[in-house]
T-cell receptor, first 112, second 114 residues
């Protein structure tokens, strides 16, 4: 059964710093991958989707990459801002599956 | 505005009661999903539906039931058979279930058993 690990579980950085969040899958056969943001008590907001034919996606200050050979993904946040403070979740599907398997998330705090 | 709505935001249930959580979307999406989130845990899939009048069990379907009579609506009933229903429930939808499909989430319903 696919399991997803996100490291670190929590991260606190000063404003303006660049940072990397990590996600790894026990089964490296990841078909596609999504990164989400969740604010306290709220639903999830989709940030980036890496489709089966892609290795990387960028949106503004965010860049996500997926290494399918190792089953690892990273989310890079440039020039962090206090408004980036939230929990970040990664989720992936296997080939032929529509079901997303989620990690437990990384709680990010950006200190002004 | 297009999006997904869930109601109520907070719900309290007594032991032995069934309760129904509402999920509506106006995105014209075919696929809809229900997830459960517990503190410090990732989301777990309860049920999903790819098309009207069809739905499939996810990883933790026991004690839950769903219906999909309309494309826009996918209500979730938490039955008395669910032994630990206190959790945050999230509904999502996507265009379909292919590999290009981003899932969009509603704001969630927090269910507490008294």
């Amino acid at each position: 059964k696919q399991e997803v690990t996100q490291i670190p579980a929590a991260l606190s950085v000063p404003e303006g710093e660049n940072l990397v969040l990590n996600c790894s899958f026990t089964d490296s056969a990841i078909y596609n991958l999504q990164w989400f943001r969740q604010d306290p008590g709220k639903g999830l907001t989709s940030l980036l989707l890496i489709q089966s034919s892609q290795r990387e996606q960028t949106s503004g200050r965010l860049n996500a990459s997926l290494d399918k050979s190792s089953g690892r993904s990273t989310l890079y946040i440039a020039a962090s801002q206090p408004g980036d403070s939230a929990t970040y979740l990664c989720a992936g599907t296997g080939a032929g599956s529509y079901q997303l398997t989620f990690g437990k998330g990384t709680k990010l705090s950006v200190i002004p | 505005d297009g999006g997904i709505t869930q109601s109520p935001k907070y719900l309290f249930r007594k032991e032995g009661q069934n309760v129904t959580l509402s999920c509506e979307q106006n995105l014209n999406h075919d696929a809809m999903y229900w997830y459960r989130q517990d503190p410090g845990q990732g989301l777990r899939l309860i049920y999903y539906s790819q098309i009207v009048n069809d739905f499939q069990k996810g990883d933790i379907a026991e004690g839950y039931s769903v219906s999909r009579e309309k494309k826009e609506s996918f209500p979730l009933t938490v039955t008395s058979a669910q032994k630990n229903p206190t959790a945050f429930y999230l509904c999502a939808s996507s265009i379909g279930t292919g590999d290009i499909d981003t899932q969009y989430f509603g704001p969630g319903t927090r269910l507490t058993v008294l």
